[in-house]
């Protein structure tokens, strides 16, 4: 099979195994192309971790799961130097934490403080971790899966903004709809009846890969270039739209990792509809995702109810394509 082909099984093998979640599917696989990071926020329930481990259990890949608590020290993360002693010698070697895997499940990562949490900036930017002053590199195939639960705020611990911005998307976890809760219901059913299930070959990590390079050469023309821009720069500077709320709504616009966040995802997206230039629908359809967790909203938009898609609405309509 070629690269896409592979691909396209990974993205069939999930549907089947994750009801009614098509959207989220088709994120986290543009995020795993685009070798970026997911959050992801949704209620209890809804098959965030089940996502997960779907395609854990169909990628060639190591599998780590990190639960966030509040008594969740740094090097419980990254792991830690331990002393070694025998006969011959007495030294100290380094145990690697679970964050030395392919993907990385960050459970409820706002259970945890911020001390816990930055052991992961490091990791997530630079794709190394390093421990008492020596520098230990992370897997060519690394991403960090992260669920938060946007109730129950009690005990919690919300992410800083430098942290948030780490995250190559910001994905909202719904509820499926009737019909694809009664397919829930009949598969795990079937599950539970230990009912027997076509097993499949694990999708190689070098098929990932291979494909991140392809999305590399997805072209992106001029006109698309001018309207990633645009769009970042109505967060920044919405004062100059005159005849929009954007101004009373947008207290901080996005950062330069938007903008790069904007270009990875549209060839990563345009790349899974087979076309090898994206175009600004291919913007429009990542716009939202790569953005909510990088704007910050006005105390009058937060007082009003004005949530960040909203205003990434209100962008989208506002900004012309070049």
């Not at 964050?99 to 409820?108: Q, Y």
């Not at 990590?205 to 645009?230: G, H, M, N, P, T």
């Not at 101004?247 to 995802?265: N, Y």
């Not at 345009?270 to 716009?287: F, I, Q």
């Amino acid at each position: 099979m070629s690269t896409h082909e592979q691909i396209f099984d990974l993205r069939q093998r999930l549907a089947a195994t994750v009801v009614g979640q098509e959207g989220v599917i088709e994120q986290l696989l543009i995020a795993l192309l685009a070798n970026g990071h997911v959050l992801l926020e949704g209620l209890p329930g809804l098959a965030k971790t089940r996502t997960i481990k779907m395609l854990a259990a169909n990628l060639e890949s190591e599998f780590s799961r990190i639960q966030f608590t509040p008594d969740l020290l740094p090097s419980d993360i990254t792991g830690t130097e331990i002393y070694i002693g025998d006969a011959s010698t007495d030294k100290f070697q380094f145990q690697p934490g679970p964050v030395f895997g392919n993907l990385i499940l960050a459970d409820e990562i706002n259970r945890a403080p911020a001390k816990a949490q930055s052991a992961l900036l490091e990791a997530m930017e630079e794709r190394q971790v390093t421990v008492t002053g020596k520098t230990h590199p992370l897997p060519e195939l690394f991403l960090v899966l992260a669920t938060q639960n946007p109730i129950e705020q009690e005990g919690t611990y919300p992410l800083p903004e430098a942290q948030m911005d780490r995250f190559l998307l910001h994905v909202y976890v719904d509820y499926s709809s009737d019909e694809d809760e009664r397919k829930i219901l009949r598969l795990v059913r079937g599950e539970d009846s230990g009912a027997s299930t076509e097993q499949h070959d694990e999708i190689p990590a070098q098929a990932v890969l291979d494909a991140r390079k392809e999305v590399l050469d997805v072209q992106v023309s001029d006109a698309v270039e001018r309207y990633i821009v645009a769009i970042i720069a109505a967060t920044r500077r919405p004062a100059e739209y005159t005849n929009s709320p954007l101004s009373q709504w947008i207290h901080v616009g996005a950062s330069p990792r938007g903008t790069l966040a904007l270009d990875r995802a549209a060839r990563a997206h345009a790349w899974l509809d087979g076309r090898s230039a994206a175009t600004p629908d291919d913007v429009k359809a990542v716009a939202h995702a790569c953005l909510r967790h990088r704007i910050i909203l006005s105390y009058e938009a937060e007082a009003e109810g004005i949530t960040r898609d909203k205003v990434l609405n209100e962008v989208l309509a506002q900004v012309a394509i070049a």
